[in-house]
């Protein structure tokens, strides 16, 4: 409708001017170019993101091997895990298991005295063990201390460089240029498939919706 399509113009202008996201990439294009308004929970919102990465590999697997059932995946095609760099949260957990996936939950590590970080060494080992069916990699940028916001721009350079796609949970992070910086260069630097975040916690809306930008 045209009311919906002028809220989401709308919150992509405020993304771009009010939050920063603004990419700096040589062929043009942001980190909130494209988006979609849903009348859904963050975590509902994940899960149809990930269905349809699921949906996307598998019709790439069907081209690519010149399958002529266009109902059936391969026969060989399997790509269910999606790995989670740990959070004591558990709304993208059971978003992956609403989208009929298998969540692999990656230990974080300590970095000084009191802060809990992402495990960049384990993640990619992680990545390693699940090549073949590894789908997507879940990072999150808005988490509670003593955990600190995941290192996604190096999540996103491993994403790129084993082409594996690479979902980021910003449910708070619109709030924070500091969160909007590191997506703008991990955007730059690597590779991010979505970006959801989260109405009523960004923009204080009587109800609860997302919104999923690439």
Same mark, same amino acid.
């Given at each position: 409708?045209?009311?919906?399509?002028?809220?989401?113009?709308?919150?992509?202008?405020?993304?771009?001017?009010?939050?920063?996201?603004?990419? @700096?990439?040589?062929? /043009?294009?942001? *980190?909130?170019?494209?988006?979609?308004?849903? *009348?859904?929970?963050?975590?509902?919102?994940?899960?149809? #993101?990930? /269905?349809?990465?699921? @949906?996307?590999?598998?019709?790439?697997?069907?081209? @690519?091997?010149?399958?002529?059932? @266009?109902?059936?995946? *391969?026969?060989?095609?399997?790509?269910? !895990?999606?790995?989670?760099?740990?959070?004591?949260?558990?709304?993208?957990?059971?978003?992956?298991?609403?989208?009929?996936?298998?969540?692999?939950?990656?230990?974080?590590?300590?970095?000084?005295?009191?802060?809990?970080?992402?495990?960049?060494?384990?993640?990619?080992?992680?990545?390693?063990?699940?090549?073949?069916?590894?789908?997507? !990699?879940?990072?999150?940028?808005?988490?509670?201390?003593?955990?600190? *916001?995941?290192?996604?721009?190096?999540? /996103?350079?491993?994403?790129?460089?084993?082409?594996?796609?690479? #979902?980021?949970?910003?449910?708070?992070?619109?709030?924070?240029?500091?969160?909007?910086?590191?997506?703008?260069?991990?955007?730059? #630097?690597?590779?991010?498939?979505?970006?959801?975040?989260?109405?009523?916690?960004?923009?204080?809306?009587?109800?609860?919706?997302?919104?999923?930008?690439?």
């Amino acid at each position: 409708s045209i009311l919906a399509q002028l809220t989401k113009f709308l919150v992509l202008d405020a993304m771009k001017r009010g939050s920063g996201l603004r990419g @700096d990439r040589a062929d /043009g294009e942001d *980190p909130a170019k494209f988006g979609l308004v849903l *009348p859904m929970c963050t975590g509902m919102s994940m899960a149809l #993101v990930l /269905g349809s990465l699921r @949906d996307e590999a598998e019709t790439a697997a069907k081209n @690519d091997e010149d399958d002529d059932n @266009d109902d059936d995946p *391969p026969q060989n095609f399997v790509k269910d !895990v999606v790995l989670w760099s740990r959070i004591d949260q558990k709304s993208c957990f059971k978003a992956v298991l609403s989208a009929g996936l298998k969540c692999i939950v990656v230990p974080t590590t300590m970095e000084g005295d009191d802060s809990v970080v992402t495990d960049v060494k384990k993640l990619e080992e992680y990545m390693d063990k699940y090549s073949n069916r590894l789908l997507a !990699v879940i990072s999150t940028t808005s988490c509670f201390a003593p955990r600190v *916001p995941d290192k996604i721009d190096e999540i /996103g350079k491993l994403c790129l460089k084993k082409n594996v796609s690479h #979902v980021i949970n910003n449910a708070y992070g619109l709030q924070c240029k500091q969160t909007c910086k590191l997506i703008n260069r991990s955007c730059v #630097v690597g590779r991010v498939d979505a970006i959801v975040c989260s109405t009523d916690k960004n923009f204080l809306v009587p109800v609860g919706g997302a919104i999923v930008i690439s």
